[in-house]
Protein backbone atom coordinates (compact mmCIF):
# COMPACT_ATOMS: atom_id res chain seq x y z
CA UNK A 1 0.00 0.00 0.00
CA UNK A 2 0.86 3.78 -0.47
CA UNK A 3 1.83 6.28 1.50
CA UNK A 4 -0.10 6.64 4.93
CA UNK A 5 -1.21 2.93 6.20
CA UNK A 6 -3.27 4.52 8.77
CA UNK A 7 -4.50 6.96 7.03
CA UNK A 8 -5.86 4.49 4.69
CA UNK A 9 -7.59 2.44 6.89
CA UNK A 10 -9.18 5.55 8.65
CA UNK A 11 -10.61 6.64 5.26
CA UNK A 12 -11.95 2.96 4.77
CA UNK A 13 -13.78 2.93 8.23
CA UNK A 14 -15.27 6.31 7.11
CA UNK A 15 -16.64 4.20 4.20
CA UNK A 16 -18.35 1.54 5.78
CA UNK A 17 -19.31 3.53 8.27
CA UNK A 18 -21.40 5.91 5.55
CA UNK A 19 -22.71 2.75 3.81
CA UNK A 20 -23.64 1.13 6.67
CA UNK A 21 -26.00 4.54 7.83
CA UNK A 22 -27.52 4.82 4.56
CA UNK A 23 -28.30 0.53 4.60
CA UNK A 24 -29.65 1.32 8.09
CA UNK A 25 -31.79 4.49 6.93
CA UNK A 26 -33.05 2.16 4.02
CA UNK A 27 -33.82 -0.42 6.47
CA UNK A 28 -35.92 2.07 8.57
CA UNK A 29 -37.19 3.86 5.81
CA UNK A 30 -38.21 1.54 2.74
CA UNK A 31 -38.75 2.64 -0.75
CA UNK A 32 -40.99 -0.30 -2.22
CA UNK A 33 -42.74 -2.98 -0.25
CA UNK A 34 -40.20 -5.58 -1.81
CA UNK A 35 -37.12 -3.43 -0.24
CA UNK A 36 -35.03 -6.11 1.50
CA UNK A 37 -35.12 -4.48 4.78
CA UNK A 38 -33.39 -7.77 6.27
CA UNK A 39 -30.61 -7.67 3.92
CA UNK A 40 -29.92 -3.83 4.55
CA UNK A 41 -30.55 -4.16 8.41
CA UNK A 42 -27.99 -6.84 8.46
CA UNK A 43 -25.24 -4.86 6.31
CA UNK A 44 -26.05 -1.80 8.37
CA UNK A 45 -24.62 -3.88 11.51
CA UNK A 46 -21.57 -5.15 9.22
CA UNK A 47 -20.98 -2.11 7.78
CA UNK A 48 -20.81 -0.29 11.49
CA UNK A 49 -18.49 -3.42 12.85
CA UNK A 50 -16.26 -3.28 9.70
CA UNK A 51 -15.68 0.68 10.04
CA UNK A 52 -15.45 0.21 14.05
CA UNK A 53 -12.35 -2.49 12.99
CA UNK A 54 -10.68 -0.65 10.71
CA UNK A 55 -10.73 2.78 12.48
CA UNK A 56 -9.39 0.90 16.46
CA UNK A 57 -6.76 -1.22 14.46
CA UNK A 58 -5.46 1.40 11.93
CA UNK A 59 -1.89 1.28 14.08
CA UNK A 60 -1.92 -2.17 14.08
CA UNK A 61 -3.79 -4.43 11.45
CA UNK A 62 -1.35 -5.41 9.30
CA UNK A 63 -1.41 -3.86 4.75
CA UNK A 64 -3.60 -6.71 3.56
CA UNK A 65 -6.81 -5.02 6.04
CA UNK A 66 -7.10 -2.30 3.21
CA UNK A 67 -7.74 -4.95 0.36
CA UNK A 68 -9.89 -7.15 2.85
CA UNK A 69 -11.94 -3.77 3.68
CA UNK A 70 -12.64 -2.81 0.07
CA UNK A 71 -13.46 -6.82 -0.86
CA UNK A 72 -15.97 -6.80 1.81
CA UNK A 73 -17.16 -3.39 0.33
CA UNK A 74 -17.63 -4.98 -2.75
CA UNK A 75 -19.40 -8.04 -1.50
CA UNK A 76 -21.75 -5.92 -0.22
CA UNK A 77 -22.60 -3.71 -2.48
CA UNK A 78 -23.02 -6.98 -5.05
CA UNK A 79 -25.74 -8.39 -2.79
CA UNK A 80 -27.33 -5.21 -2.86
CA UNK A 81 -27.70 -5.08 -6.40
CA UNK A 82 -28.96 -8.87 -6.65
CA UNK A 83 -31.63 -8.17 -4.01
CA UNK A 84 -32.17 -4.94 -5.00
CA UNK A 85 -36.15 -3.94 -5.41
CA UNK A 86 -36.47 -1.57 -8.34
CA UNK A 87 -34.10 -0.47 -10.89
CA UNK A 88 -33.68 3.22 -9.38
CA UNK A 89 -31.70 1.06 -5.98
CA UNK A 90 -29.16 -1.08 -9.11
CA UNK A 91 -28.47 2.43 -10.37
CA UNK A 92 -28.32 4.07 -7.05
CA UNK A 93 -25.12 1.69 -6.63
CA UNK A 94 -22.85 3.23 -8.85
CA UNK A 95 -22.18 5.56 -6.52
CA UNK A 96 -20.37 2.92 -3.95
CA UNK A 97 -18.36 2.30 -6.99
CA UNK A 98 -17.35 5.70 -7.44
CA UNK A 99 -16.87 5.83 -4.11
CA UNK A 100 -14.93 2.61 -4.00
CA UNK A 101 -12.82 3.51 -7.25
CA UNK A 102 -11.22 6.41 -5.53
CA UNK A 103 -10.41 5.29 -2.19
CA UNK A 104 -8.73 2.62 -3.82
CA UNK A 105 -6.86 5.37 -6.42
CA UNK A 106 -6.32 7.05 -3.14
CA UNK A 107 -4.60 4.70 -0.78
CA UNK A 108 -3.49 2.01 -3.06
CA UNK A 109 -0.84 1.65 -5.53
CA UNK A 110 -2.05 2.03 -9.47
CA UNK A 111 -2.30 -1.69 -10.41
CA UNK A 112 -4.28 -2.88 -7.15
CA UNK A 113 -6.49 0.06 -7.39
CA UNK A 114 -7.58 -1.01 -11.12
CA UNK A 115 -7.74 -4.58 -10.24
CA UNK A 116 -10.36 -3.47 -7.19
CA UNK A 117 -12.34 -1.58 -9.37
CA UNK A 118 -12.42 -3.98 -11.83
CA UNK A 119 -13.74 -6.60 -9.50
CA UNK A 120 -16.01 -4.00 -8.27
CA UNK A 121 -17.93 -3.70 -11.65
CA UNK A 122 -17.95 -7.50 -12.58
CA UNK A 123 -19.72 -8.35 -9.13
CA UNK A 124 -22.20 -5.72 -8.91
CA UNK A 125 -23.06 -5.87 -12.65
CA UNK A 126 -23.19 -9.71 -12.23
CA UNK A 127 -25.34 -8.86 -9.10
CA UNK A 128 -27.47 -6.47 -10.78
CA UNK A 129 -27.74 -8.79 -14.04
CA UNK A 130 -29.18 -11.64 -11.65
CA UNK A 131 -31.89 -9.11 -10.44
CA UNK A 132 -35.36 -9.11 -10.89
CA UNK A 133 -36.28 -4.93 -12.10
CA UNK A 134 -34.90 -4.56 -15.79
CA UNK A 135 -34.51 -1.53 -18.19
CA UNK A 136 -31.32 -0.24 -16.23
CA UNK A 137 -28.47 -0.68 -18.44
CA UNK A 138 -28.27 2.21 -19.87
CA UNK A 139 -27.91 4.63 -16.95
CA UNK A 140 -25.96 1.52 -15.50
CA UNK A 141 -23.74 1.44 -18.22
CA UNK A 142 -23.05 5.12 -17.50
CA UNK A 143 -22.60 4.90 -13.72
CA UNK A 144 -19.51 1.93 -14.26
CA UNK A 145 -17.98 4.46 -17.00
CA UNK A 146 -18.23 7.49 -14.31
CA UNK A 147 -16.68 4.95 -11.99
CA UNK A 148 -13.65 3.73 -13.94
CA UNK A 149 -12.86 7.33 -15.35
CA UNK A 150 -12.56 8.96 -11.90
CA UNK A 151 -10.80 6.19 -10.12
CA UNK A 152 -8.01 6.58 -12.93
CA UNK A 153 -7.91 10.27 -12.56
CA UNK A 154 -7.53 9.47 -8.84
CA UNK A 155 -4.72 7.04 -9.40
CA UNK A 156 -2.89 9.20 -11.60
CA UNK A 157 -3.64 12.50 -9.45
CA UNK A 158 -2.52 10.73 -6.37
CA UNK A 159 1.07 9.11 -7.95
CA UNK A 160 1.75 12.47 -9.00
CA UNK A 161 1.26 14.35 -5.79
CA UNK A 162 3.04 11.54 -4.15
CA UNK A 163 6.03 11.66 -6.48
CA UNK A 164 6.49 15.35 -5.79
CA UNK A 165 6.33 14.42 -1.87
CA UNK A 166 8.56 11.96 -1.97
CA UNK A 167 11.22 12.33 -4.45
CA UNK A 168 14.23 14.97 -3.73
CA UNK A 169 13.46 16.75 -7.74
CA UNK A 170 17.01 17.69 -8.30
CA UNK A 171 18.46 14.15 -7.97
CA UNK A 172 15.73 12.28 -8.09
CA UNK A 173 16.01 10.01 -5.02
CA UNK A 174 14.16 9.64 -1.64
CA UNK A 175 13.58 13.48 -0.30
CA UNK A 176 14.13 12.96 3.42
CA UNK A 177 10.86 12.16 4.41
CA UNK A 178 10.28 9.73 2.15
CA UNK A 179 13.96 8.32 3.56
CA UNK A 180 12.59 8.77 6.83
CA UNK A 181 9.45 6.76 6.45
CA UNK A 182 10.88 4.02 4.45
CA UNK A 183 14.04 3.48 7.13
CA UNK A 184 11.41 3.95 9.78
CA UNK A 185 9.94 0.28 8.42
CA UNK A 186 13.43 -1.37 7.54
CA UNK A 187 14.47 -0.66 11.03
CA UNK A 188 11.33 -1.97 13.12
CA UNK A 189 11.88 -4.77 10.49
CA UNK A 190 15.16 -5.58 11.80
CA UNK A 191 14.48 -5.17 15.48
CA UNK A 192 11.60 -7.99 15.03
CA UNK A 193 13.99 -10.31 13.29
CA UNK A 194 17.34 -9.85 14.39
CA UNK A 195 19.00 -8.88 11.43
CA UNK A 196 21.74 -6.10 11.48
CA UNK A 197 20.96 -2.59 9.53
CA UNK A 198 23.43 -0.02 8.90
CA UNK A 199 22.79 3.65 8.03
CA UNK A 200 25.77 5.72 6.46
CA UNK A 201 25.63 9.37 6.20
CA UNK A 202 27.79 10.92 2.84
CA UNK A 203 28.59 14.56 2.99
CA UNK A 204 30.83 15.57 -0.44
CA UNK A 205 34.11 16.94 0.38
CA UNK A 206 34.65 20.74 -0.98
CA UNK A 207 31.42 21.07 -2.30
CA UNK A 208 30.92 24.50 -1.71
CA UNK A 209 34.45 25.44 -3.78
CA UNK A 210 32.63 23.60 -7.11
CA UNK A 211 29.54 26.03 -6.67
CA UNK A 212 31.84 29.07 -5.84
CA UNK A 213 33.99 28.69 -8.83
CA UNK A 214 32.07 27.04 -11.72
CA UNK A 215 28.85 28.11 -10.30
CA UNK A 216 25.51 25.93 -8.64
CA UNK A 217 24.93 24.66 -11.99
CA UNK A 218 28.29 22.80 -11.84
CA UNK A 219 26.82 21.59 -8.17
CA UNK A 220 23.42 20.74 -9.27
CA UNK A 221 25.23 18.53 -12.14
CA UNK A 222 27.74 16.96 -9.54
CA UNK A 223 25.11 15.95 -7.47
CA UNK A 224 22.96 14.35 -10.27
CA UNK A 225 26.00 12.29 -11.32
CA UNK A 226 26.53 10.93 -7.94
CA UNK A 227 23.01 9.57 -7.52
CA UNK A 228 23.33 8.18 -10.68
CA UNK A 229 26.20 6.60 -10.18
CA UNK A 230 25.91 5.13 -6.41
CA UNK A 231 22.17 4.00 -7.75
CA UNK A 232 24.32 1.74 -9.78
CA UNK A 233 26.19 0.09 -6.63
CA UNK A 234 23.40 -0.14 -4.67
CA UNK A 235 20.86 -3.28 -3.75
CA UNK A 236 17.27 -2.79 -4.66
CA UNK A 237 16.85 -3.24 -0.70
CA UNK A 238 18.89 -0.18 -0.27
CA UNK A 239 17.49 3.56 0.45
CA UNK A 240 19.14 5.97 -0.62
CA UNK A 241 17.78 9.56 0.32
CA UNK A 242 18.73 13.65 -0.07
CA UNK A 243 19.09 15.21 3.58
CA UNK A 244 19.09 18.49 2.37
CA UNK A 245 22.25 20.27 0.30
CA UNK A 246 24.98 17.84 -0.07
CA UNK A 247 23.88 15.38 2.09
CA UNK A 248 23.21 11.90 1.67
CA UNK A 249 21.69 9.53 3.63
CA UNK A 250 21.66 5.52 3.10
CA UNK A 251 19.93 3.01 4.72
CA UNK A 252 21.11 -0.93 4.42
CA UNK A 253 18.91 -3.62 5.43
CA UNK A 254 20.99 -7.02 6.66
CA UNK A 255 23.71 -5.47 6.70
CA UNK A 256 26.49 -5.34 9.28
CA UNK A 257 29.50 -2.97 9.91
CA UNK A 258 32.02 -4.91 7.56
CA UNK A 259 29.66 -4.94 4.60
CA UNK A 260 28.72 -1.51 4.55
CA UNK A 261 32.59 -0.65 4.41
CA UNK A 262 32.94 -2.85 1.27
CA UNK A 263 29.94 -1.07 -0.22
CA UNK A 264 30.86 2.46 0.69
CA UNK A 265 34.54 1.19 -1.11
CA UNK A 266 32.53 0.46 -4.72
CA UNK A 267 30.57 3.63 -4.24
CA UNK A 268 33.78 5.83 -3.81
CA UNK A 269 35.58 3.83 -6.79
CA UNK A 270 32.35 4.64 -9.00
CA UNK A 271 32.04 8.25 -7.76
CA UNK A 272 33.12 11.26 -9.95
CA UNK A 273 33.54 13.17 -6.75
CA UNK A 274 35.12 12.85 -3.14
CA UNK A 275 33.26 12.42 -0.02
CA UNK A 276 33.05 11.73 3.53
CA UNK A 277 30.82 8.67 5.09
CA UNK A 278 29.69 7.99 9.32
CA UNK A 279 27.91 5.18 9.43
CA UNK A 280 26.40 3.30 12.37
CA UNK A 281 24.88 -0.51 12.90
CA UNK A 282 21.46 -0.56 15.10
CA UNK A 283 21.64 -1.85 18.44
CA UNK A 284 18.52 -3.36 20.14
CA UNK A 285 16.04 -1.32 20.70
CA UNK A 286 17.30 2.40 19.28
CA UNK A 287 15.38 4.33 17.66
CA UNK A 288 15.88 5.74 14.03
CA UNK A 289 16.91 9.16 15.10
CA UNK A 290 19.44 7.60 17.58
CA UNK A 291 20.63 5.70 14.92
CA UNK A 292 21.15 8.83 12.74
CA UNK A 293 22.43 11.13 15.13
CA UNK A 294 25.43 8.11 16.00
CA UNK A 295 25.92 8.15 12.23
CA UNK A 296 26.52 11.76 11.77
CA UNK A 297 28.48 12.18 14.41
CA UNK A 298 30.95 9.18 12.83
CA UNK A 299 30.74 11.82 9.64
CA UNK A 300 32.14 14.60 11.62
CA UNK A 301 34.81 12.75 13.63
CA UNK A 302 35.80 11.90 9.51
CA UNK A 303 35.69 14.96 8.39
CA UNK A 304 38.02 16.16 11.70
CA UNK A 305 40.41 13.44 10.67
CA UNK A 306 40.15 14.21 7.17
CA UNK A 307 41.35 17.40 7.79
Given at each position: ?95 TLV ?36 GFA ?170
Open positions: MHGDHRGGLGLLALLHACAGGLCAAGAMWPMSPRTPVALLSALAVVGGLASAACWSGRDRLPGGAVHAGLGLFTLASALLAWRSATAVGIVGLGCALGVLAGHVLPPAPARWHVAGAVAAVSAGAAAAAPTSPWVAAVVTAVVLTEAQVRQSGALRRAATTDPLTGMANRRAWELGAGRLLAHAQRTGEPLTVAVLDLDDFKAVNDTEGHAAGDALLRALATEWHGELRRSDLLGRLGGDEFVLCLPATDTATTEDLLDRLRRASSAAWSAGTATARPGEGLDELLARADAALYRAKRARR
